[in-house]
């Protein structure tokens, strides 16, 4: 991403997560999702936030994320470098609990943390897809 700006980062990676919504309704969608996700923000350490939002408008959960061109202070959070996006269906509360352990587990690890740190979106894939082998 080129920008530093907290909504404009979030409202870029919600747009990702909502690409695959009908084109008619996705606006829509997207302004409740931004209205809902205004102040879900959260620290995960080591440079990682994540703005996530629940809805009744979605059957999946959504992840997008954006790798920041300089660390930055998003929400009250300094020096974040990688800010996850997710958008969750109201009643998969429980699956998003495993995917955020799952996520966390693999940023503790040096590799993936490194790799996201260098922006390296290549070695990103590749961390990503070993930590789920």
């Not at 979605?58 to 998003?74: C, H, M, N, Q, Y």
């Not at 020096?79 to 352990?101: D, N, R, W």
């Not at 590799?111 to 930590?131: S, Y």
């Amino acid at each position: 991403m080129n920008t530093v700006d907290h909504d404009e980062i979030v409202g870029r990676l919600v747009g990702i997560c909502l690409r695959d919504a009908p084109p008619a309704s996705r606006t829509a969608l997207q302004q409740r999702v931004l209205k809902t996700m205004a102040m879900k923000d959260q620290g995960l350490g080591a440079g990682f936030a994540i703005s996530h939002a629940r809805i009744d408008d979605v059957d999946k959960i959504s992840v997008a994320a954006g790798l920041l061109p300089r660390p930055i202070r998003f929400a009250k959070w300094p020096g974040i470098h990688t800010v996850f996006c997710a958008i969750i269906p109201s009643g998969k509360a429980a699956a998003y609990l495993g995917f955020m352990a799952h996520l966390c587990r693999m940023l503790a690890q040096p590799d993936p943390r490194a790799a996201f740190v260098t922006g390296d979106r290549d070695r990103i894939l590749q961390c990503i897809e070993l930590f789920d082998a």
